[in-house]
């Protein structure tokens, strides 16, 4: 295709006259726009307002995360009244044998890198 063609094309396209539309078809037309138009929304209703246990229940996550949390909460301190022999196991690896400790500083913290010699 050449841009003579083109130019042929457009010419011939502005010497017929433009089709005109029956007023009956623009009714439809328009009346099929008007139906797909957004509406505004309905306002909702105000939620009801829950107690302080349901506003906490619901911000840890709900009744799944609240029973995650109290198995985990009763098996610590259940480890932690036990002492099962595992841990003792753990504690004499560390050295300490045969005498109760309370906390094992298994990480350094800044202080330590302060001490000289």
Do not use: C, N, Y
């Amino acid at each position: 295709m050449q841009d003579s063609d083109l130019d042929d094309l457009f010419a011939t396209a502005r010497r017929e006259p433009a089709a005109v539309v029956s007023v009956g078809l623009m009714a439809r037309v328009m009346a099929d726009a008007e139906a797909h138009q957004p509406r505004a929304a309905k306002p909702l209703a105000a939620a009801p307002r829950g107690g302080f246990w349901r506003g906490a229940l619901s911000a840890i996550g709900g009744a799944g995360a609240l029973a995650g949390l109290s198995t985990a909460t009763l098996a610590g301190v259940w480890i932690g009244f036990a002492q099962p022999s595992a841990v003792i196991a753990v504690t004499e690896a560390f050295g300490v044998e045969g005498s109760l400790i309370e906390t094992v500083d298994v990480l350094p913290t800044f202080d330590d890198f302060l001490t000289e010699g």
